[in-house]
């Protein structure tokens, strides 16, 4: 059986684009993007995706290791499966990508930037899971989820959390109990819409959805795969029907987004270490970042800030300001 990641590296497609074996069968779809469906009826439709952003290794290693069960039949397959590797030619020079960042383009936003090789395949992705879903809807597997799996640029007080879209369908007894399984130390939800793959599948179609930040961008094979193995058993019970990892970490914390701190000018300037962590937190009146005469301040007792980044290009968020959710509230969101 061939292996999904060498050939998508490769850009050599299977000699023939489908096929079967004992369990399953499988349709290679476009460049990295495969689809796995059990030969029984199943009620769940599950999107992995990995590699939106190319030199995010260590998710598109696991997503790999787990198609490799499958194809080997090392393991079964419970759901209707669509695996994407979301951005190959960047995968094959190991960069985050080539021309423009793909996790802002969908939702159709990828007509706002510039053409390019990632604006089109953003649109080929939201076209390819659209489809997908439409194809287990029409044989009963209704229940939708996505978990987009990513890398972060620089190293965090959290090596692994999750970021959640502004829906209900996210915040849902069953997937925070899922979440916790996984390993995560830290869950943040976000209050308003955006380009990202998860933000897409959630609007659109109403997957459980769910970017899971994996630990920090190294090339392929100098991973430690090991610091991931919750995700990894929780991802293999979720589309294997097996059992959820036991937690053994202390309970999740959980972040909600208060402010995205958008670059406008070219002197934006961003009042953080060249090397500060994910989740460095501030204390009130603090400052973040200023340009073109504007200051921008924490304004609540403590703020954390995720993924400072002041060389996005104008128009862009260059960071992200968090605030920790009181115990009540984390009730509530769970209710909702
Ligand atoms: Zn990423």
């Given at each position: 059986m061939f292996d999904f990641l060498s050939l998508t590296l490769g850009g050599t497609p299977p000699a023939e684009p489908h096929g079967q074996i004992a369990h399953l069968e499988w349709q290679w779809l476009d460049d990295g993007v495969l689809e796995l469906s059990p030969r029984r009826s199943c009620e769940r439709a599950v999107v992995l995706s990995a590699g939106i952003h190319g030199n995010e290794t260590a998710p598109i290693e696991i997503l790999n290791r787990l198609v490799s069960e499958l194809l080997s039949e090392g393991s079964v397959l419970a759901v209707r499966l669509l695996v994407i590797l979301g951005n190959p030619p960047a995968m094959r020079t190991n960069t985050r990508y080539l021309h423009s960042d793909m996790n802002?383009?969908?939702?159709?936003?990828?007509?706002?930037?510039?053409?390019?090789?990632?604006?089109?395949?953003?649109?080929?992705?939201?076209?390819?899971?659209?489809?997908?879903?439409?194809?287990?809807?029409?044989?009963?597997?209704?229940?939708?989820?996505?978990?987009?799996?990513?890398?972060?640029?620089?190293?965090?007080?959290?090596?692994?959390?999750?970021?959640?879209?502004?829906?209900?369908?996210?915040?849902?007894?069953?997937?925070?109990?899922?979440?916790?399984?996984?390993?995560?130390?830290?869950?943040?939800?976000?209050?308003?819409?955006?380009?990202?793959?998860?933000?897409?599948?959630?609007?659109?179609?109403?997957?459980?959805?769910?970017?899971?930040?994996?630990?920090?961008?190294?090339?392929?094979?100098?991973?430690?795969?090991?610091?991931?193995?919750?995700?990894?058993?929780?991802?293999?019970?979720?589309?294997?029907?097996?059992?959820?990892?036991?937690?053994?970490?202390?309970?999740?914390?959980?972040?909600?987004?208060?402010?995205?701190?958008?670059?406008?000018?070219?002197?934006?300037r961003l009042n953080v270490a060249e090397d500060a962590l994910n989740f460095t937190s501030f204390g009130y009146g603090d400052l973040l970042a200023e340009e073109s005469g504007q200051r921008y301040v924490v304004e609540h007792e403590r703020e954390w800030l995720l993924f400072p980044n002041a060389k996005v290009a104008n128009g862009l968020r260059a960071g992200l300001m968090l605030v920790e959710e009181s115990d009540r509230e984390a009730r509530g969101l769970i209710g909702c």
């Open positions: 802002r383009m969908f939702g159709g936003r990828h007509g706002l930037f510039i053409a390019s090789g990632e604006t089109e395949r953003a649109w080929h992705l939201e076209q390819h899971m659209a489809a997908f879903f439409q194809r287990a809807t029409a044989v009963g597997a209704t229940s939708r989820f996505h978990f987009d799996l990513h890398t972060a640029i620089r190293g965090s007080h959290y090596l692994r959390f999750g970021l959640l879209p502004s829906l209900p369908e996210s915040r849902t007894p069953s997937m925070l109990a899922w979440l916790e399984s996984a390993g995560l130390e830290a869950l943040v939800f976000h209050q308003s819409p955006g380009g990202t793959f998860t933000h897409f599948s959630g609007e659109v179609f109403h997957a459980a959805s769910c970017t899971l930040e994996l630990g920090k961008a190294l090339p392929f094979g100098s991973n430690d795969l090991s610091q991931f193995l919750a995700a990894e058993q929780a991802l293999r019970a979720l589309i294997s029907g097996g059992t959820l990892p036991e937690r053994s970490l202390p309970a999740i914390k959980r972040f909600r987004v208060v402010r995205d701190l958008i670059k406008h000018h070219n002197d934006f």
